[in-house]
């Protein structure tokens, strides 16, 4: 059985980083496309991040120049460096997976973040 695991949350201040990170287990990683999504009290789940098995990556404009998303497969494991946070990066963070050759798919519990001064 797969299985997501987020961890790295936590609370900043405005300017501050956070590196999130998701483990899989049960499967390897290298047949997945990997996604970082986020839901905000009262908004909907927004794609943040994305990153196919090849590394070819896609971002939010909402968060271009300021998250960076990495993979490394070897470790069964996917990333997400989050720099210069605002206090609308306040979400739970989720990480997905979806298999690249089919429809199956993954997500996790979820990771809290939460920008405030």
């Known amino acids: 059985q797969v299985q997501l695991v987020e961890s790295g949350g936590g609370s900043v201040q405005p300017g501050g980083s956070l590196k999130l990170s998701c483990v899989v287990s049960g499967d390897i990683l290298g047949g997945f496309i990997m996604y970082w999504f986020r839901r905000a009290p009262e908004k909907q789940r927004e794609l943040v991040a994305a990153?196919?098995?090849?590394?070819?990556?896609n971002y939010a404009d909402s968060v271009k120049g300021r998250f960076t998303i990495a993979r490394d497969n070897a470790k069964n494991a996917v990333y997400l460096q989050m720099n210069n946070l605002n206090t609308e990066d306040t979400a739970v963070y989720y990480c997905?997976?979806?298999?690249?050759?089919?429809?199956?798919?993954?997500w996790g519990q979820g990771t809290q973040v939460t920008v405030s001064s």
């Open positions: 990153i196919t098995t090849g590394g070819t990556t």
């Open positions: 997905h997976a979806l298999r690249a050759l089919g429809s199956e798919r993954h």
